[in-house]
């Protein structure tokens, strides 16, 4: 599992004048979560993924799909929160509408604030607004052995993107064609 960092502030609002900074933790499974991520493939009952639990800290797991249904994230309801990369499903499971959530959360990464270290690890700045109010930021930390390297090498450096905030609306537009383009 790798750590991602970023330190949040809550953003000033009417009712809220006040700044609270705080610090958000949160990990991103590398293979601990397979096997829940083999039972949404499996089409097995939502209840029984949820009742799994997170490998890490045995929260409750829930599953996110795209607006399509031709992907999903899984996610634990600890705090921090632990989480899956963002997976492609060919056929999803029955209940998988009942899992699509409105994106009232927002992110966005920026794309000329990347860098590539000697080992060809990926860095790229993140940010994001979430429903409650609360902006955060940190980075995107990607290995050449994450699962998600090839898609962002290839925004970055073949996509043609030159959108210096790239939202996920865009980010679900590049995966399919990078989708397309890996075909
Ligand atoms: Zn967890």
Redesign the pocket.
Known sequence: MRLAVGVAERGHSARDVGRVDMQHTY?IFETEADHLIELVRRHAPFAQIRAAG?P????AISVTFAADGRGFTTA?E?TP??ISTYQDIAEPPSWWRECVVEPTDLTWYWREWHSFDVTGKLTMKVSGWQADDIRWSGQLECAPDDPDYAFWKWVLLQSGCTSDLIDETEVAELRARFAQAAR
């Open positions: 990990g997170c890490v800290c045995a929260a634990c600890g929160l632990h």
